[in-house]
């Protein structure tokens, strides 16, 4: 797996009830959680992400359908695909991140370490792979 | 709306790309978000909950397709429909729940307070009842 990246698997409760997947804080991911969001009618020939965080980690989770997350550094790069609601990708810092081939009823829900920060974002590829270069090489 | 309850209505971004939707813990939220879940596959015969908590605070939020959400303390009851991915429904302390004709492509999202105790659970309706009559008089 790309350096700073991991697939997390949840615990997923069910029965012919339905089925219920628990995440809590530092305990099932390495951080609090200071915002989440989630984002839903992607169309399938769209890619979004396109920039990498300093300081903020995430775990990406599609709760619903499936998605493709191309992470990748300077050095290596991998795709993920999300497609059951108990697999959890988390991308720690300077990692660059595309996400692709949503399906239609995918619904990506993203557990954040921080808050929404602007300065935080690197969204010129790059910026970042000058930045990243330093960073991988400490 | 029901003592303790309250929909919350969060703000929506979105263009034909997709659509996103933000949750920020402690500002859109009035709480630490110390656990989530989420619920699916439930058959719409099904209904789920059947509890009270005495001091965990939740939002829930449908991220597909739709739920109801029976809330209701000895004194008032209402249901709220969850539709739309950007309305949330907050349940603070001493409120009884019941979530019930859930979609086929339901995803209820729940960010909840605390993490997971069975101490916090009151989940025999005469004991609620009981305990919710002495706390709502206060």
Known sequence: MVCNCKVINFSKMGSDMGFLVPVEAEKDIPFKIKRIYYISDVPNDVTRGF???RYLEQVLICVSGSVKILVNTPFE?????LNQSDKGLYIGHMVWREMFEFSEDAVLLVLASEYYSEDDYIRDYN??????????ER
């Open 127 to 136: 910026d970042y792979k000058n930045e990243a270069v330093k960073y991988f």
């Open 51 to 53: 920039h990498s965080h």
């Open 77 to 81: 790069e991998e795709v993920v695909e």
